[in-house]
């Protein structure tokens, strides 16, 4: 790849100078601003977004696809606040389906999330699919039975006390909680996608190691984003830990197999609105 500069354009600003912070540019001649030797980027588009001439092109990027910031529409932070408090882990659905240009606007915010490296990995599968949705959301509750019956099993459990007393004791807090869930979950209530009408999995290879938490900001987006369009979603643990073992799950879902779900998003129109925002912690701050 090559980044190319308009001299003619170029009015010597700097700018792009100090948004490389991979030092891609030189000051020349009148302040003049160089592509410098040996040339290591990724593409990540900030020296052509914060060029106030459009003297900067690169040859990764389709500079008529770069769109102008509207200040205008940036939000105070009461008003961002506000809207944050709007949101809810939402676990009641109408039967209702998700229009597909209401999933796909989602995604255009999830893109929009920070990436480590540029590297834009995550890869979005969208289940609809009745049947398959019934199928994920049985074959997960099976893979919690199991992982219950793991726990209280006195062998393994000694030993995982022995070995990790904390997080055997952080674990088996969470016991009740399965009970109570596969409980209802045998009495024909889906205690894992919560009858949502959609399932969004976000995955990327396993090998790329900057997915885990790229994955988790995309999902950010995508819950915020549902929120603008007057949809309830909630992140579902239970499906994405089973999921990335299971083949069987995986190929309901058409997931590659050297993939990893990193996130699970179940996703519908909720069946009531919130009238108030429940109190949060507040922030435990350190200033060094």
């Not at 601003?33 to 001439?53: I, R």
């Not at 409980?183 to 190691?209: F, N, T, V, W």
């Not at 299971?246 to 197999?257: C, E, S, T, V």
Request: proline residues 8%; aromatic residues 8%; neutral net charge.
């Amino acid at each position: 790849m090559s980044i190319s500069i308009d001299i003619e354009k170029c009015n010597g600003c700097g700018v792009c100078l100090q948004t490389c912070t991979l030092g891609n540019f030189t000051p020349g001649d009148g302040g003049k601003v160089h592509p410098a030797d040996g040339l290591y980027c990724f593409a990540c588009g900030h020296c052509v977004a914060a060029c106030p001439t459009g003297a900067m092109s690169h040859s990764a990027l389709d500079s008529s696809a770069f769109e102008p910031i509207d200040e205008a529409a940036r939000p105070s932070f009461d008003r961002f606040l506000s809207f944050l408090k709007m949101r809810r882990s939402r676990r009641e659905f109408k039967p209702d389906p998700v229009p597909r240009e209401e999933i796909e606007k989602l995604l255009l915010a999830a893109v929009e999330a920070p990436s480590a490296i540029n590297s834009q990995s995550v890869l979005y599968t969208v289940v609809t699919d009745p049947a398959a949705l019934k199928a994920i959301s049985d074959r997960a509750a099976s893979a919690i039975r199991k992982m219950a019956a793991v726990m209280r099993n006195p062998v393994i459990a000694a030993i995982w006390k022995l070995l990790a007393r904390p997080m055997y004791e952080e674990t088996m807090e969470f016991l009740p909680l399965i009970d109570c869930l596969m409980k209802l979950q045998s009495e024909g209530r889906d205690m894992i996608l919560y009858d949502a009408p959609c399932l969004i999995l976000l995955h990327a290879p396993k090998s790329d190691m900057c997915a885990p938490m790229d994955a988790v900001f995309n999902a950010e987006n995508i819950l915020l984003a549902a929120e603008t369009l007057g949809l309830g979603a909630c992140v579902i643990g239970f499906v994405y830990e089973p999921m990335s073992k299971d083949a069987g799950m995986k190929r309901l879902a058409g997931i590659p197999k050297d993939h990893k779900v990193f996130s699970a998003i179940a996703l519908g129109y909720p069946r009531f609105r919130y009238h108030s925002s429940p109190p949060k912690n507040p922030p435990i701050m350190h200033y060094v």
